[in-house]
């Protein structure tokens, strides 16, 4: 069993940057890959970003390519959600989501999830 918090979410304007956290507990934490999902009122949860246990590879979303970077310090059994440039579209509860394949974390099928943070971004 791997435990999953997420932490980070709140508040901010457009064009402003947030960090999310989630940290794991549980299994071996270098073992999985990690990912995160998001999902808006009325929508559908959708891929935002993942990476690979080693950290060495990783998948992001058009939507968020080249503003949000994904990273994982496995000594910490953390893995990070670096959000720049926010929108307003952007606005969702972000989940955290770990598997031993990458590919079922993109897909949406991950074993674990966490319970969610809430990032929101005003105009």
């Known amino acids: 069993q791997v435990h999953l918090v997420e932490s980070g979410g709140g508040l901010v304007q457009a064009g402003g940057s947030l960090r999310l956290s989630c940290a794991a507990s549980g299994r071996t934490f270098s073992n999985y890959a990690m990912g995160w999902f998001r999902q808006a009122p009325g929508n559908e949860r959708e891929f935002v970003a993942a990476?690979?246990?080693?950290?060495?590879?990783?998948y992001y979303s058009d939507s968020v390519k080249g503003r949000f970077t994904i990273s994982r310090d496995n000594a910490k059994n953390t893995v990070y959600l670096q959000m720049n440039s926010l929108k307003p579209e952007d606005t969702a509860v972000y989940y955290c989501?770990?598997?031993?394949?990458?590919?079922?974390?993109?897909?949406?099928?991950?074993?674990?999830w966490g319970q969610g943070t809430q990032v929101t971004v005003s105009e």
């Open positions: 990476i690979s246990w080693s950290g060495g590879v990783a």
């Open positions: 989501n770990s598997d031993g394949l990458v590919g079922a974390i993109t897909r949406g099928q991950a074993e674990y």
